[in-house]
C-alpha cells in the first residue's frame, strides 16, 4: 500500500485511514472513506488555469467512499482538455472546489482537490502528468514518475488500482 500514502509519511500506512477535509468557511466538509486510487499531480494547462497555479493534486477515489458529513455542494460544469467536461464541487457559500468528476471518467469517479483535506501532507502524488506544460521553475526530481501527457494507466497504476478503477466500470 505505499503508493498510496507514500513512503515518506511515518505511521501513515493504513490503507483504510480515513482523511477530512473541507472548505474554506467551514460549512463544507467531506471525509474520504479510504485512501485514494491514484494521485495526479497535473500540469497541464486546464489544471493551472483553473488552480490559478502551477499544477493540480487531486486524488481518484471512487464517489461512493467519499462522504459528504457536513453542508451542500454546488455543481458547476466547465469545459475540459479533452472536450467531455468536468464538473466541478464547490462549496455554495466561499466558492472553494473540493471535488471534481471528470466527465471521461464518469460520476462514479471522484478528483478530490488534495489541498482541501486537513492534512494534505498525507496524499502524496503517485505520477506528475502533462509535464510537457510544466513551469520552468518547477523541478522535479526523486522517485516519482514523471510523464510528458496523460499516464498509461496500465503501465503506472498499481495493479490494486487497476482493480479498483475496473470495478467502477463493471
Ligand atoms: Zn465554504
Ligand atoms: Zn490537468
Redesign the pocket.
Known sequence: MKYFWGELTMGQTDPDQKLEGGCACGNVRYRMNSAPMFVNC???T??QRETGTAF?LNAMIESDRLELTSGELDVVEIPS?SGKGQKIFRCPDCKIAVWSHYVGAGDKLSFVRVGSLDEAHLVQPDIH??TSTKQPWVSLSGEVPVVEEYCNPKEHWPEEAQKRYKALKD
Open positions: 497535473c500540469h497541464c486546464w489544471c493540480a482538455d502528468i502533462y
